[in-house]
């Protein structure tokens, strides 16, 4: 059985780990409430971008670009596929980066040539570790995304793609569904589907496209890709930031449950202390009785 100044020096161990823990969650908290306020500042002008997509699309349907299938065929395109992956830069945030792993690992599966492109150090630690090849590894922090890094992302994969090095370019992040709900996710990037941008068809005002529908596409999707990218990434740093506080909230719990029976333990161990010294005393006493008794008698 432990000693009292053994289970106290233990009692004060979890506190201090519980310390922390509320200071994660603090910290989590306020950058989730900062990249969510981010994000909605930034997603209308990338609504507005979709919603143009969709007008040209309902202007010509049959519109050719590289960012599209074929308007009636569509192949399944067997290629190279590059893929993005999304993770965080260190644990102590439940499942959340595994469950990234996970995804990219089935992709792998039932796609050998894949050329992955990792933003996060617990990703780039995992794949080295198991002697996955990256093709290309975003070395600044998952911790800040910003526009200029997600611009910088869309740049290098299209390139690629423009050159024919990627047939298709698929990202892999988690989706913040709610508070209580987040999903890691596969999404193909390119080459998008036509009905993707031609599910509404209401009427509205012709316009003339200068200098043509064409060129007009081809300048406004890098910008929508690239804006996809930067939701991908807020998205993922904040189902990052929901998972770490899921995390260090139910680490205080625990804490708070292993302290009460430590206490219990404790106030247990000096009850038991108390008890061995009252009755160590009360049998010298006796003992000492009996001996001046003893030295009674024989006089």
Do not use: W
Not at 93 to 99: D, I, P, Q, V
Not at 136 to 157: G, K, V
Not at 202 to 219: A, G, I, N, Q, W
Not at 238 to 267: G, P
């Amino acid at each position: 059985m432990a000693s009292t100044k053994e289970i106290k020096n233990h009692i004060n161990s979890v506190k201090d780990t519980q310390k922390i823990t509320n200071a994660m969650y603090l910290i989590s908290s306020t950058k989730l409430t900062k990249a969510k306020k981010e994000l909605d500042q930034t997603r209308a002008f990338f609504q507005y971008t979709q919603n143009e997509i969709k007008r040209i699309f309902r202007r010509a349907p049959d519109i050719e670009s590289r960012y599209f299938y074929p308007p009636k065929d569509e192949p399944p395109l067997n290629g190279t596929y590059g893929c993005l992956v999304i993770t965080a830069d260190k644990g102590l945030a439940g499942a959340y980066n595994l469950n990234v792993i996970k995804e990219t690992e089935k992709l792998l599966k039932k796609h050998e040539d894949t050329k992955l492109f990792v933003v996060g150090e617990y990703g780039r630690r995992y794949f080295m570790k198991h002697n996955i090849p990256i093709e290309q590894s975003f070395l600044y922090t998952a911790q800040n995304p910003t526009m200029d890094r997600a611009r910088e992302i869309c740049s290098i994969l299209l390139e690629m793609y423009d050159k024919k090095k990627l047939d298709k370019i698929y990202v892999v992040y988690t989706d913040m569904e709610s508070s209580i709900q987040e999903e890691a996710k596969t999404f193909r990037l390119l080459p998008f589907h036509r009905f993707e941008f031609m599910k509404e068809n209401e009427l509205e005002t012709d316009f003339e496209f200068v200098p043509s529908l064409k060129t007009v596409l081809e300048s406004m999707m890098p910008s929508y890709i690239a804006g996809f990218i930067y939701s991908a990434l807020v998205d993922s740093f904040c189902s990052e930031q929901n998972a770490r506080m899921t995390a260090m909230d139910s680490a205080n719990k625990n804490a708070e449950k292993i302290l009460a029976e430590l206490q219990v333990e404790y106030n247990r161990v000096r009850q038991a202390a108390i008890t061995q010294e009252i009755t160590e005393i009360s049998a010298g006493a006796k003992a000492q009785r009996q001996k001046r008794k003893k030295k009674g008698g024989s006089q």
